[in-house]
């Protein structure tokens, strides 16, 4: 497996359910990402950990919980989410963090979520 | 921070080379010039960067003008698998931190 993977790739969860997405880089990278990208809407920076610790938290509601237990993995841990919640999450990994310059993002393939 | 300006729309028909430009005229000094794309349903690939330069890569080429105001990403011969929305972004960007701001892009249909 190479580059930036996302698991499940569709999740269909009711209000009350408790879920957690998953993402994986295979790439040595020391920064991970989490970005929103809701219909016709731009993407959303949502997290941002570099080498596991948090730097930055884009106003995010706490029903969103995002865990970085070693650098090459990223977890968002969902419950009691809202319908408006639905939409494509995305993760990313960049070598450092993107401040530094010259450090491009690799996004994975997404998660469609659907709140019901 | 830096706005951008690209068309909404772009056609192209393939094998052909598509040129795609990007205004980006309050772009600071330490600014990059980054594209992305994103074919429908997946997630952003990055494609090239470039800060006063012109660079190409295995993807596309990028032309940046000597005063920085602007820049045109190239791909040199389109293939259908092309077709996707297309984002010029300047970053970092000191308001938007670590995000990359996508902006509208330019959404290229390349044709048989």
């Known amino acids: 497996e190479t580059g930036v993977t996302q698991t499940p790739r569709h999740l269909v969860m009711g209000m009350t359910n408790k879920k957690s997405l998953k993402c994986e880089q295979h790439l040595g990278h020391n920064a991970m990402y989490w970005y929103k990208q809701s219909a016709k809407k731009p993407l959303e920076l949502m997290f941002v950990?570099?080498?596991?610790?948090?730097?930055e938290n884009n106003s995010v509601p706490s029903r969103f919980s995002p865990e970085c237990p070693n650098s090459s993995h990223l977890f968002l841990h969902l419950h009691t989410l809202q319908p408006e919640d639905s939409a494509l999450y995305l993760c990313?990994?960049?070598?450092?963090?993107?401040?530094?310059?010259?450090?491009?993002?690799?996004f994975g393939p997404g998660t469609r979520l659907t709140v019901l | 921070d830096a706005k951008t300006t690209q068309p909404p729309s772009m056609d192209c028909a393939e094998g052909r080379a598509a040129n795609l430009p990007c205004n980006h005229s309050t772009i600071s000094g330490n600014e990059y010039v980054y594209w992305y794309r994103q074919i429908h349903s997946q997630g952003p690939q990055y494609i090239i960067h470039g800060l006063k330069n012109n660079e190409t890569n295995e993807m596309a080429s990028l032309i940046i003008t000597e005063d920085r105001k602007s820049s045109t990403l190239i791909l040199p011969h389109a293939t259908l698998r092309d077709t996707a929305v297309y984002y010029c972004?300047?970053?970092?960007?000191?308001?938007?931190?670590?995000?990359?701001?996508f902006g509208k892009g330019t959404s290229l249909l390349v044709t048989p």
């Open positions: 950990y570099s080498l596991e610790e948090r730097v």
């Open positions: 972004i300047p970053h970092p960007d000191s308001n938007s931190g670590y995000a990359l701001n």
């Open positions: 990313a990994s960049s070598q450092g963090l993107a401040l530094a310059g010259n450090n491009e993002q690799f």
